[in-house]
C-alpha cells in the first residue's frame, strides 16, 4: 500500500528555468494537498486540489505557479521562470476526503528545489 | 484568516525531562490535528482531537483541545531522543499549519 509519492526527490534549477515537480497520491484518495516550506520554517499551504479541479489556490502566488490534478496521472506543480527565492521543500499530501472532514493528510517525502 | 500561533518555538531538554508545547488559533477550530517532522524528513500525522476538552495519550504523549476549542496542547512525559523534531498543530480549514516547536533532546 504505497504511500504518497513525490518526484524527483531533488530538482536542482538555474534561474529563469522551469520547475515540474510531481505528486502520485496514495491509492484512493482523490484530494491533494501542497505546501511549501523554507528552511527552519513551519509549512504553508500553496494549493488544494480535486481531480480535474482546482478548489482553493488563495496560497499560491499569482504569477509563475500554477498547479493541476489531471483525470489520469499525478498532480503537478510548476513553477515557471524560477527564481532564488523560489528554493524550498515542497510537499504534497493526500488525504480520502475533503479538508474539513476528519481525515488526517498523508505527505510524502517532498522536493527539495534548489534554484543556482 | 485564521492563525495558529505555536509556543515555544524551540526547546532543549535533557533526555528524562517532559515537554510541552502550546497551539492558539485566533479562531474557534471543530478539529486540531497534531504532526511531527524528523529533521530532514516530512510531517507525520499523529492524532486529531474534535470533543471540546478531549484528551487522548499515545504513550508518552498526551494530546488536550482546550474547553472553547481554541487552543491545544502536547505534553511528552519523560523525553527520548527518538522524540527530536518538529511538532506542528493544525486547524481544519486549509490545515493551517502551526509555527511548530522544535524540540532538541539532549542525551
Known amino acids: 500500500n504505497a504511500g504518497v509519492m513525490q518526484n524527483p526527490r531533488h530538482l536542482v534549477r538555474r534561474r529563469g528555468q522551469e520547475a515540474r515537480l510531481r505528486c502520485s497520491p496514495m491509492?484512493?484518495?482523490?484530494?491533494v494537498y501542497w505546501y511549501r516550506q523554507l528552511p527552519e520554517e513551519g509549512l504553508k499551504f500553496m494549493v488544494y486540489?480535486?481531480?480535474?479541479?482546482?478548489?482553493?489556490e488563495s496560497g499560491m502566488p499569482k504569477e509563475r505557479f500554477s498547479a493541476e490534478f489531471p483525470k489520469e496521472g499525478p498532480s503537478i506543480l510548476r513553477i515557471q521562470q524560477v527564481v532564488r527565492g523560489d528554493s524550498a521543500a515542497y510537499f504534497c499530501?493526500?488525504?480520502?476526503?475533503?479538508?474539513?472532514?476528519?481525515?488526517?493528510?498523508?505527505f510524502g517525502d517532498g522536493t527539495r528545489l534548489s534554484i543556482l | 484568516g485564521q492563525q495558529v500561533m505555536q509556543i515555544p518555538q524551540y526547546q532543549h531538554v535533557q533526555e528524562g525531562e517532559d515537554f510541552t508545547t502550546y497551539c492558539n488559533s485566533s479562531?474557534?477550530?471543530?478539529?486540531i490535528q497534531w504532526y511531527k517532522q524528523r529533521p530532514g524528513g516530512h510531517p507525520v500525522f499523529l492524532i486529531q482531537l474534535v470533543k471540546s476538552g478531549e484528551v487522548k495519550k499515545q504513550k508518552r504523549l498526551t494530546f488536550q483541545f482546550g474547553e472553547a476549542k481554541k487552543n491545544s496542547s502536547l505534553h511528552i512525559t519523560a523525553t527520548q531522543t527518538t522524540d527530536v523534531g518538529t511538532y506542528f498543530c493544525?486547524?481544519?480549514?486549509?490545515?493551517?499549519f502551526g509555527t511548530g516547536t522544535r524540540l532538541q533532546v539532549f542525551p
Open positions: 491509492k484512493g484518495h482523490s484530494h
Open positions: 486540489l480535486q481531480k480535474e479541479n482546482i478548489i482553493d
Open positions: 479562531t474557534t477550530l471543530s478539529n
Open positions: 499530501a493526500s488525504s480520502l476526503n475533503d479538508r474539513l472532514s476528519n481525515q488526517p493528510q498523508h
Open positions: 493544525a486547524g481544519p480549514d486549509k490545515l493551517i
